[in-house]
């Protein structure tokens, strides 16, 4: 999937991990959050990802001409769960419209795990 802006000039294309990139960049800035991760549906395990590995971790989708965002995250223990989550949504969301241009709808976190 690659996003398109339109304007006077031409068109700007934005590949999908460009933007998946951008999402986990910004999502790791945010306090609280200690590593992204990646559910395999399959047998429900887990995985840590690293810095190199941010774009598994987040998942895009285009509805109509905005995007929705999937996060899948590991918090630290100790600090609260809600309050990471509404910094990251506000974090995204700006990085990610900021950046590319692109009107971000929903930005949904799933907390795969704590980490002491």
């Excluded at 810095?51 to 899948?72: A, C, T, Y």
């Excluded at 609260?80 to 692109?102: N, P």
Aim: hydrophobic share 45%; charged share 25%.
């Amino acid at each position: 999937m690659e996003y398109k802006i339109k304007n006077d000039m031409g068109t700007i294309y934005i590949s999908e991990e460009v933007m998946l990139k951008v999402v986990g960049y910004a999502a790791l800035e945010s306090y609280g959050i200690v590593a992204m991760s990646s559910k395999r549906a399959k047998d429900g395990i887990v995985e840590w990802l690293g810095r190199e590995n941010l774009s598994k971790g987040v998942q895009i989708r285009l509805v109509e001409d905005m995007i929705d965002v999937d996060l899948f995250i590991v918090v630290e223990y100790g600090i609260s769960v809600t309050a990471v989550c509404t910094a990251i949504k506000e974090v995204v969301k700006y990085k990610l419209e900021s950046m590319t241009g692109v009107k971000v709808r929903n930005v949904n976190i799933t907390v795969e795990g704590i980490r002491v």
